[in-house]
């Protein structure tokens, strides 16, 4: 089965500064990465998704990338702010079927004043 | 829509009791997904549903876990008996599995402590 590592774990920033998450896959079958926020005590929610058929995807201060060779994405954060402090899991899986999504561990983010 | 409605919101028990944790996916979606939150271990797939169907228990810890979903508009997931170690916060997501639109929306979560 799919397995999806992350890093850092934890990770403090400045706000302003930018933030960046990093997770690998293992299933060079996956071909849908989402990221999800989840605020202490809420509900995790999807901020943005990229699929293989593109390396990187812009939201706003927000953009993935994706290397399919290399197996791992990443999510960039730019000129944090202090909403932007939350827990960040990305996943992986196999879009458009009934597969399973695989979460990474997750980083907290801490966007300190 | 109301989104994903998840009940109790928090429950508290004794080791050994049965705990009935509850979950009304959004309508339409087809894939139904039961996810356990811990700070070791994060986020967990239990089991998950498509079109009522269990398609992959893998992730169920043990025999004390069963979960069902008799229609597309309900389903429970079960502990009994309950043990101190499945103190968890434990999410019903649901999706709509076609297409590329994979997201998964998650219900406020059940608080599960079991003394």
């Known amino acids: 089965g799919e397995n999806v590592e992350q890093h850092p774990s934890t990770l403090s920033v400045q706000e302003g500064d930018s933030a960046v998450i990093k997770c690998t896959y293992s299933d060079s079958a996956s071909n849908y990465f989402p990221w999800y926020k989840q605020e202490l005590g809420k509900r995790p929610q999807l901020i943005i998704d990229?699929?293989?058929?593109?390396g990187e995807k812009k939201d706003q201060r927000i953009a993935v990338t994706l290397n399919k060779t290399a197996k791992h994405f990443s999510l960039h954060i730019t000129e944090t702010q202090p909403e932007d402090s939350a827990v960040y899991f990305c996943?992986?899986?196999?879009?458009?079927?009934?597969?399973?999504?695989?979460f990474g561990t997750g980083t907290r983010l801490q966007v300190t004043l | 829509d109301a989104g994903v409605i998840q009940s109790p919101r928090h429950e508290v028990t004794e080791m050994g009791q049965e705990v009935t944790l509850r979950c009304k996916p959004i309508s339409g979606h087809n894939s139904l997904f039961w996810y356990r939150q811990t700070m070791m271990r994060g986020l967990e797939l239990l089991i998950y549903f498509n079109n009522n169907v269990p398609i992959d228990d893998s992730g169920m810890p043990e025999d004390r876990f069963s979960a069902k979903m008799p229609n597309a508009s309900f389903s429970t997931l079960k502990i009994q008996p309950s043990e101190p170690r499945d103190s968890a916060v434990y999410f019903c997501?649901?999706?709509?599995?076609?297409?590329?639109?994979?997201?998964?929306?998650f219900g406020e979560g059940s608080r599960l402590t079991v003394l």
């Open positions: 990229i699929r293989s058929n593109v």
């Open positions: 996943a992986a899986s196999l879009a458009g079927t009934a597969s399973k999504l695989t």
């Open positions: 997501a649901s999706s709509l599995n076609q297409g590329p639109n994979g997201e998964l929306f």
